[in-house]
Every structure is written in C-alpha cells, then in structure tokens.
C-alpha cells in the first residue's frame, strides 16, 4: 500500500503538444539580506489562486482551492505578509484572475511614482493547465497574457510558483534530470531585481493529489518548506533557494511511492541581492508556536490523534529543525530507522515546545508491518539462536543447537527460514563404539504474531528438511559411518522483547515430531532400518536483529 | 467450484507434503542409538538352561568371553579377562545369540611361561550375575555358569601347526573347540591304516548299525545328534585302532562311563567331510579344527546357577 494514495491532477492524454512557452515575468522585490529578521519587504503582495474546477471536461480537483489557502496561510502568519495586500481568488475565473492583477500593478506603480521602494509581488496557481494557459472554471487564462500582466508589473522581485500538471513548460524543463543547486545569491548588498519562476513537475509529468496529504504533492511540501523544514542552516529563516530544494526532494520521494515521479523546476534571472527570504519560521508570532523537532528524521504531524487530519509529512535533513505551526493539539510520529516515535504535542501560549521533552510511544517497524500500518510492507530480520533439543537418540540425551535465521515480518505472518546444526556424542550401552553424530537441518517456518504493550508473542510451525550424518571413531569396534535424511515438523510459541533499537531477545519452545530413518536392533547388531517418528522438545533462546 | 477446487488443492498439497516428508525421511542409512554394538566380528548360538541352586529374584545374568592370559593351561576364572565387546544378557531357558563385536586385546593374548606373547588367545565362554547391572563383570561378581564343552580360541592370522596349542593348523579369527583336545596326543599307534571297517560318524541307532568294533555314541558333555559311530578306547585286546580317525578323549566333569578312555572320530579337513546323508538334518555335525573331527555343531548350553567346572584345553589322558 503506497504511504501516499495519489492521483494525477490532470490527464496526461488530453494535453495538447508540448510547446516552449515564455517565461512568465513575476515581479517580486523585498530581497531581504542576510542580516534581516523580516523576510518579505513590507511591500510585498501576494495572489493565490486555487481552482478544482478545469475545463468541463477535465476531472475536478479536489484539493487545488486548500492549497492555495494553505500558501497565503504560511506566508502571512511566518512571511508577514499584510492582509490587505493577499488577494485569495478561489474557483475564479480568467477575468477575475486578470483584473487582480491589474489591479495590483496600478496600485504598485502608483507606489513607486511617489516614492521609489522595495516591492514583491508572489504569485501562486494550483489548478488545472495545460501548455498554453491557466484553465480556470472553464475560462482560459494564457501564459503569454499572464506574461505581459507581470512583465509590465513595476515590483521590482517577481516569484511565480506554479503547481499543475506540465508546469515545466514555464520553465521549459522537459526532462527529469535533477537541475543545479538552487541559489540566489550575490555577494553584494544591492537589492534584488528579477524573476523566479518555480513548476511543480516538468513538461513531461502529471502533477499528483494526495488524499491522505488532503493537498497536492507539491505544494504540501512547499507550504512545510516555508514552515521551517527547509531551513537547512538553522538560522530561522527559509530562503527560496531552501525552499526549492527541499520541495523539490520532497516532491520526488513523496511520489516515487506512486506510479508516476515529479520533478519540481525553476527558472530564474535575478540581478543584485542578498539571500531571497521568504519565512522567518523559526522566530514565531503571535499566530503561531514553534515546534522544535528532534533528530534528522522524518515526522508526521497530524491533527490531535494519529488519523486526524494530516498536517505536514516532512523530512528534516538537521537535527532539532524548527518548524512554525498554528496553535493546537498535535500528533506527532517521527520515523526512525528501527521504530516510530509517537507524541502528543500541545503547541498553546509557549513560543516554543521541545518534542524531545516530550513523552512518547515506541513501535517497532515489525510492529507495524503488522498493524498494516507505516510506509513498509515488510520487515527483513536475523536472529541467532541457542537452544537444545530433548532426545532424539537413546543415549544422546537433550542435544545443544545453534540456529541462524533470517525471516521477514509481513503484514499477516512472519516467514522464515533457520540454518540449524547440532552435534552429540555416543556411546555405546556397553561404554565403547563412541561415535559424534552431526546433524545439519534448513527449516521454514511460518508464524503469527500477537504484539502487547512489553513484548509479542508469536506462535506458527516450521518445517524442517534434515541432514544426518553419524561418524564412528576408530577403535577396537567395527561400524561404518552413516548418512541420511529426515523431515521434522514442530509447532513454534516464542516470546520476544525488544532490547536496544532493531535487537530483541526472542525465547522459545516447540513440541516437534521428526521423521527418520532409523536401524532395527537385536542385541547391539543391526538386523534392518526402518522410517520412525520420534517426538521431542526444543527450547531455545537469542538475539533477534531486525533490519 | 472455487471452494471445491480449493479443497483439492489443499488436500492435494498436504498429500505433496506428507510425501515429500516420507521421501525424505527415506533416504540413506538408518542411524543408530546407543543400543548399536558395531558390527559383530564373529557370532555363536548357544542354549541355556537352569540349574538346581537357581535364586528366586537373580541379578542380571550376563554371559562373556572370558580370555586366560595364562594360556591353555590357565583354569581359574578370576584371571581370565572379559571382552566387553562379546557380553550379552542371558534369558535362563531362551537360545542364546553371542555376538563377538570387539577383538581381544594383546593383553589378553596367551603367554609363554617365559612371557613372550603368543599368536593365539583363548577364552571360556562364562556366565556371571551382574549385581551392579553395569553390563561387565566386577570383582565379587559370582560366576554362576559355563558352556563347558567348549573352549574358544583366536588369532588374527592363520595359525601353523607348530604354533598352534592344538597342534593342528587353525584358520584366522575365532574357532570354537570341542573339549577336550587332543593336541597332538595319542593313545597308542594305529593298527589299521583305515577304519577298522566302521564307518566313522555315520549316524546309528545301536552300535550293530556301526559295524564290528563299533560303538553308537549319543553323548558326552553334549549330545551326538541323531548317533555318532565310533570306536572307543581302550579297544579290546586284539582290537582295532583306526588310522584314518581323530581321537577325543573323555571329557573332564562328564557323564561318560569311566572306563572309557577316548573315542576315535571320523578325520575331517572341511565341512564337507562331515556331511552325513542319511540324516534327516544334514547340518547336524561339523569339522572341529582343532580336533581335525567331525563334531556335534549344536547341542551345547550353558547352564545357570549349577557348578562352574572349568576343564582343560588340552586333554590329560590317564
């Protein structure tokens, strides 16, 4: 089961030829340096559009209008951007869109007449496209128009982000080849003046929903980035270039679980600046609370409870990055390498809340596997295990084993598969004829798991094809070595307890039944074979590794 | 139909299983537990039978080849050595399978007088209550029988004459003897170079069906199955002593009338020689090497909890 159920936010078989479009002039200004705290200039405006609704005949969206909210959210409570300069245009259509931005230039250019300043302008589309235009609520919206609107825009940054299916076009990055390192980024302090233009898939590529996200791929992770996931210097704030290149790694594992990958690309010209910053997450508001993670890790934050409504899945690349989050009760699961952490975070009048600090729930991968529940459909383990064995030959008494097992957790059972050997020693009744029997046995094994709160029970059969070989010292008696094979059967209850990470110390007992082929016996000579069952015992007990 | 077709297959698969584990559990050599002695280097059938002195609840009776270091001279059993690898658990009454699944030891081997080591060993078959139920005989541990009548001997080669106490060439490996042994002693010279017309160990009623001269023996320590012609010593005055016989003399600690003396027996070389035609079992008798005669090949026992009379290999004619 993919971790993220998705869907392709438009058909690919209904797009029109790929064609080369125009860059796309978003104006943009409010580079901010390095040693500012505020990351927008305080003239900057923003335009969301979000539109479920295409053309008649394309499927309707179902999260396109949430993901605009959700960017004009981010940026206003950690890019502090006014609210009277958003302008969130929801199922609206071309004229609409247009005047807004018309709209907004005149008020700029009336701005910079009177007096010449910083400005921005940030653009946002999640919606259905194609190659040529903005399809919104069955009116058209064409790049080349939308080109014109912002070239002639007089803000001096212009940032247009773009999530739809063959947004690459505005990028004109067709293929997927991973682009450069994003970077803006001059050495001097002169203030920033260009175009930024980022794409959530390339020309080729469908661009996907997640229902379990309740939100597109991309901008769910571009939205994570601005919250502080991105910061990758810790600095508490969120460049675009940070933000780039975590959505774009984002994007690109999130929907390697799905059939179809999407590459992220940008385009850029941008003269002069400092760092472009777009969130100071990492230093709070009024709105929100920080949330200080632990390691580098990926998390799960949803909404009060483990199926509530999922909030950020992020993937931090430091340890203890900081993300903004609107005041609430939170789950939180981080995904370590052996287990899953599970918090209850309340983010309330504190600035800040240490997960780390936090008291958590433990459970191992095997554990969910189980459950049917986390991003792995299987478990890979070995064990190493030190038993013995009731008596098999008279005169043997219990024999010492050692076991090496390999076995991979799957949802409904566990199989597995145990190299096993053995060796005893015998005498004869009389005291002579001492001899060493080596047995060597491949088992499969089947089990269920049943897993409480301090250990997991586990019960199943195995299998057991085995090797006999019995070896006669020399000495005054005469015998010649013998060598066969047996079948052996046993039902498994076993008890494990998790130590340290993916090291358990699994205990367990078996009645088992073996098979053999044995020599009839008149008085101490062999007068003939016969194929036995003899019943036994195991018990036994080691480290179990999970990978 | 699915359902149907499911059940099929499960069946069918349990039926693959089972199979598949029967085939397994087939293949190659059957192991052994600790009750596997090794193979058996030599065996011999006795029978056993109770005596008058058997105790109500009798500890485990074992019986064991016992070897006399000290030869064939050698009678007191406290000397003689147990081969471990030949003891077997006796059942008073039941036949009794020895099988010899060790050889003896050098210690074990016969010594000259002078202590060389000889190429023979020789052991009595005896029989001892295991009272510590450890499956050897300890020191205190009462022997409580013997298979009198014989005598058993071994040597890992092929035995000339000279070197044998038999005096007669004995092949490799265990031989049983039938005492005593003449071992090369005779009573007096032949006087007929055959049999003195009696048909030597040809089967008899009486000992009219022997021809003149002739006895019909039926027993010694042990039976003559089905009669045994011979002739007895001392034979009459004038009588007869066949050249072409082999002689046993009178078996110590036997019912044999006193006043015989020996017997002379039909000369044999090979198993061949002994067959008797006129048997209804024609595998009655065998060739004795040591003695070069054909003997009684069954008949034997051991009897329990009676006297424990130890007789001498090699015969001491009076």
Not at chain 1, 87 to 98: F, G
Not at chain 1, 160 to 169: E, H, K, M, Q
Not at chain 1, 237 to 256: C, F, I
Request: charged share 20%.
């Amino acid at each position: 089961m993919p971790w993220l159920p998705s869907r392709p936010a438009c058909s690919a078989l209904r797009w029109p030829p790929v064609r080369m479009l125009l860059v796309l002039g978003v104006l943009l200004t409010g580079l901010l340096s390095a040693g500012r705290a505020r990351a927008l200039p305080e003239e900057t405006w923003l335009i969301a559009i979000g539109n479920n609704s295409g053309d008649a005949d394309e499927v309707r969206l179902l999260y396109a209008e949430r993901d605009a909210r959700e960017f004009v959210d981010v940026l206003r409570s950690q890019g502090s951007i006014a609210s009277d300069r958003v302008r969130l245009l929801i199922d609206e259509n071309a004229d609409t869109v247009r005047r807004a931005i018309l709209s907004i230039n005149t008020a700029l250019r009336a701005r910079a007449e009177a007096q010449p300043h910083s400005t921005a302008l940030l653009i946002f589309y999640s919606g259905h496209a194609d190659a040529d235009a903005l399809h919104l609520r069955g009116s058209r919206l064409p790049f080349e128009e939308i080109r014109g609107l912002v070239t002639s825009s007089p803000a001096t940054m212009r940032l247009f982000v773009i999530d739809a299916c063959r947004s690459g076009t505005v990028t004109r990055v067709k293929g997927i080849s991973r682009a450069p390192e994003f970077t803006i980024k001059v050495e001097s302090r002169i203030e920033a003046e260009g175009t930024a233009i980022i794409s959530s898939s390339t020309a080729g590529e469908s661009s996907q929903e997640s229902d379990r996200l309740r939100g597109s791929f991309f901008s769910h992770h571009l939205v994570n980035a601005l919250r502080g996931a991105a910061d990758r210097n810790g600095d508490g704030r969120v460049t675009l270039g940070e933000a780039y290149d975590y959505t774009y790694a984002q994007t690109l594992r999130s929907s390697g679980q799905t059939l179809a990958l999407q590459h992220p690309t940008y385009w850029f010209d941008v003269k002069g600046s400092g760092e472009l910053v777009l969130t100071t997450a990492g230093e709070g508001n009024r709105s929100s609370s920080r949330l200080r993670l632990g390691p580098a890790s990926m998390y799960l934050i949803a909404e009060e409870r483990e199926t509530g409504a999922v909030v950020a899945e992020l993937s931090t690349t430091r340890d203890r990055a900081v993300i903004a989050l609107p005041r609430g009760r939170y789950f939180v699961q981080r995904r370590g390498s052996y287990e899953y952490r599970e918090y209850q975070a309340v983010l309330g009048s504190t600035d800040e809340v240490d997960l780390e600090q936090l008291p958590y729930r433990s459970l191992r991968y095997d554990q969910l596997v189980r459950k049917r529940g986390g991003v792995r459909s299987s478990v890979h383990g070995l064990s190493l295990l030190a038993a013995v064995r009731g008596q098999v030959l008279d005169g043997e008494g219990p024999t010492p084993n050692l076991s090496l097992g390999y076995h991979a957790d799957l949802p409904w059972l566990t199989v597995g598969l145990r190299l096993r050997g053995m060796t005893a020693s015998l005498l004869a009744i009389d005291g002579a004829l001492p001899s060493r029997r080596y047995e060597l046995g491949l088992s499969m094994m089947l089990q269920r798991y049943v897993d409480l709160q301090w250990f997991s029970l586990a019960f199943g059969v195995e299998l057991e094809g085995i090797y006999n070989a019995q070896r006669f010292m020399p000495g005054v008696r005469s015998a010649s070595n013998r060598d066969s094979l047996a079948f052996g059967v046993g039902a498994l209850f076993a008890i494990e307890r998790q130590l340290y990470r993916g090291l358990s110390l699994r205990l367990e007992a078996a009645p088992k039944a073996l098979l053999q082929r044995r020599a009839v016996l008149d008085l101490g000579r062999e007068i003939g074979t016969e194929t036995g069952t003899t019943l036994t015992w195991w018990i036994g007990g080691g480290p179990v590794w999970r990978l | 139909m699915a359902t149907v077709r499911s059940a099929a297959a499960r069946r069918g698969a349990t039926a693959g299983l089972l199979a598949g584990a029967a085939l397994l559990a087939g293949c190659g050599d059957g192991i052994v537990d600790r009750g596997f002695r090794g193979v058996a280097f030599w065996s011999y059938d006795i029978g056993t039978e109770a005596g008058a002195q058997l105790p109500e609840n009798p500890a485990p009776v074992r019986a064991s080849l016992f070897f006399a270091p000290g030869g064939v001279d050698q009678l007191d059993p406290e000397q003689m050595i147990e081969l471990s690898g030949s003891t077997t658990t006796v059942e008073t009454g039941a036949p009794l399978r020895m099988d010899i699944f060790e050889l003896p030891s050098r210690e074990m081997f016969a010594r000259s007088p002078s202590g060389q080591v000889l190429d023979y060993a020789v052991a009595r078959m005896l029989a001892y209550e295991d009272i510590t139920f450890d499956g050897h005989r300890q020191k205190g541990e009462y022997f409580v029988g013997i298979n009198a009548p014989y005598a058993f001997l071994y040597t890992p080669t092929a035995l000339p004459a000279e070197k044998s106490p038999t005096a007669r060439a004995l092949p490799a490996g265990f031989t049983a003897l039938l005492l005593p042994q003449s071992c090369g002693q005779k009573p007096a010279p032949a006087t007929d170079p055959d049999t003195c017309g009696v048909s030597l160990g040809s089967g008899c009623r009486t000992a009219q069906d022997c021809g003149t001269g002739g006895s019909c023996l039926r027993e010694t320590q042990l039976g003559w199955p089905a009669g045994y012609c011979t002739i007895t010593e001392p034979v009459a005055s004038g009588g007869c002593r066949p050249g072409k016989s082999e002689i046993l003399y009178r078996p110590e600690y036997s019912p044999v009338p006193a006043e015989i003396d020996a017997y002379y027996l039909r000369r044999c070389t090979s198993e061949e020689d002994c067959d008797r035609p006129e048997d209804r079992d024609r595998d009655l008798y065998s060739c004795d090497v040591g003695l070069g005669a054909c003997v009684p090949r069954r008949g034997s026992t051991i009897s329990l909890f009676g006297p424990v009379e130890i007789a001498s290999i090699c015969a001491k004619p009076r």
